[in-house]
């Protein structure tokens, strides 16, 4: 009994540093970064009541002051798993009783988050609805928890099962960290593990140390029986918990109000909306045209590794109820048009100001798709992520140049108003290098403007619709105003337009004319008509020259 009661004391003063902070459930901030250093050392727990206990079923003498087991309401038909209460399981019944008390409720309360996608998951898969218990202690319901193993996400996913499973691991996503998609991924291990050992506790003791530890501790004692093995000594420490720690957390969990759990404070459930997005764009392009935060719409893709979506393409999830603003938004917006992103390797002696300089796109853009504050912070050998807009399809001509002597990019750049990294992008140039009789495809702005006038944003505009009314398109906006990709216009912003003068003519107002009239004969809209003429009234007088299109 001694050594429980030392082994309580001290891991109740490991647990009494990371609970410090911890708020209440319902301010997740708080409890997350406790989350967070907790899972960094979760796996470590497993061997506080295993090393020392000699007999799983000895019963342990209780201090006077320790709250009782409740045994008599536990019975079978309550669960979906088998149950059995020996020793070992009644040690980690003492923890979370106990010194883990408070993060036992951090785990309730969010578990609320992913349980009703958990439970349909496992129901349509023909699982125990008890195995919910295995991301509580795993990983406390943290959707990017990470262990110092390699693990990641509520099931702890080690990279291999990642990949057995077709669970996206890559530069742009790591599913494993997407709740569904590796709930997806649990399920499928899961169900294979009981297949091969047919046996649960075999089961999650494989989940945990895997197949080879369990099949070396069968042979080494020749029983299937998961507690004789336990005892054997061949299971790792961590292992040979496992099976009596979930045991432990699934009787908690079933009978929390028995066990003063009433009163846990849940996270709202995650009720998601899925757009299928046709293409790369930020996190803040996509949180502004869902009306969210950048730190919500990450929190409900945090599958995401980047401050942007892979340019082939993503399953974004929003809250519900935003998909079809959001939606009516992109679409508006152009968001996808013409747009990648470019991976930049920052060189020695490379700085923030010339990598955005050679890509033509502001230093603040860069920033927040990269996710940092300090455009100082660069490392040689980092990769950034570089959002690209423009392309010849973009420009108004294209033109080729021949090569000659002396020239360079830089002073190409220069001759024809574009940018290095536009002229490489055009020629599918990796480096700057080009040599005499080169032939370079260029695109030439302006070389086609028409009539220029100033248009100012109205409330609602964005720059799809105001390209739609002058007849141009997004990236011509873009490019006249010096809009660098991601920047956004302000209502009262005066935007320069060049309009084509074979699409406009003018028109002499006479008497008895209006602009409801005047829009007839022209089919288009009094706002048109407003908008084309700088217009703040309907007002008009004989012999008014208005701008109207054939």
Not at 159 to 169: E, G, H, I, K, M
């Amino acid at each position: 009994m001694r050594w429980l009661i030392v082994a309580i004391i001290g891991f109740s003063q490991l647990l009494r540093v990371a609970t410090a902070n911890g708020e209440d459930p319902t301010g997740a901030e708080g409890w997350e970064q406790l989350a967070q250093e907790e899972v960094v050392r979760i796996h470590s727990h497993f061997d506080w009541v295993g090393t020392q206990v000699a007999d799983l079923d000895e019963e342990i003498q209780w201090p006077k002051s320790s709250p009782p087991f409740h045994l008599e309401v536990i019975e079978q038909k309550d669960f979906d798993i088998p149950i059995v209460v020996n020793r070992a399981v009644k040690d980690w019944m003492t923890y979370y009783l106990g010194p883990g008390r408070r993060t036992f409720e951090v785990y309730l309360s969010r578990s609320a988050r992913f349980e009703a996608m958990i439970r349909k998951e496992f129901a349509a898969r023909g699982l125990p609805q008890d195995l919910i218990y295995i991301a509580m202690i795993e990983s406390g319901f943290v959707a990017d928890a990470f262990s110092k193993s390699g693990a990641c996400g509520i099931w702890q996913i080690m990279p291999s099962t990642a990949r057995l499973y077709d669970v996206r691991q890559d530069w742009w996503v790591d599913d494993r960290r997407d709740p569904i998609r590796s709930t997806q991924a649990a399920a499928s291990l899961l169900l294979d593990l009981k297949k091969s050992w047919g046996d649960w506790y075999l089961a999650l003791a494989a989940y945990n140390g895997g197949g080879r530890m369990v099949k070396r501790g069968m042979n080494q004692t020749g029983s299937s029986d998961f507690w004789t093995i336990a005892r054997s000594g061949v299971l790792a420490g961590e292992t040979r918990n496992y099976v009596p720690k979930f045991i432990a957390a699934t009787i908690l969990g079933k009978y929390r109000e028995v066990y003063g759990f009433a009163d846990v404070k849940y996270l709202p459930s995650e009720q998601l909306d899925v757009v299928e997005l046709g293409g790369g764009a930020t996190v803040a392009q996509l949180a502004q045209c869902g009306g969210i935060s950048e730190r919500e719409l990450r929190s409900t893709n945090p599958g995401l590794l980047r401050n942007a979506t892979p340019p082939e393409g993503y399953p974004l999830r929003l809250p519900l109820g935003a998909r079809e603003a959001f939606v009516t938004c992109i679409s508006e917006a152009n968001l996808f048009q013409s747009m990648s992103f470019k991976k930049h390797v920052v060189l020695k002696g490379e700085v923030m100001s010339s990598i955005c300089e050679r890509y033509d796109v502001a230093q603040d853009i860069v920033l927040r798709t990269n996710d940092r504050d300090d455009p100082n912070q660069l490392r040689a050998g980092e990769t950034l992520l570089i959002p690209i807009m423009d392309s010849v399809a973009d420009a108004e001509t294209v033109q080729s140049h021949t090569v000659a002597r002396g020239d360079t990019l830089s002073g190409l750049a220069t001759k024809y108003s574009v940018s290095v990294q536009q002229i490489q992008d055009w020629n599918s140039l990796s480096t700057v290098t080009i040599h005499v009789g080169q032939q370079l495809e260029i695109g030439v702005p302006g070389s086609s403007r028409g009539l220029e006038t100033a248009y100012k944003v109205q409330a609602a505009d964005t720059l799809s619709s105001i390209a739609i009314r002058y007849g141009v398109t997004v990236s011509e906006l873009q490019r006249w105003n010096q809009l660098h990709y991601g920047t956004l216009i302000r209502v009262g912003q005066q935007l320069t337009v060049f309009m084509q003068g074979t699409q406009w003519r003018e028109y002499t107002v006479k008497d008895g004319d209006s602009l409801g009239k005047i829009a007839a004969k022209h089919a288009c809209t009094v706002k048109d008509l407003k908008v084309w003429n700088s217009l703040s009234t309907t007002f008009l007088r004989p012999g008014q020259r208005l701008r109207v299109r054939d």
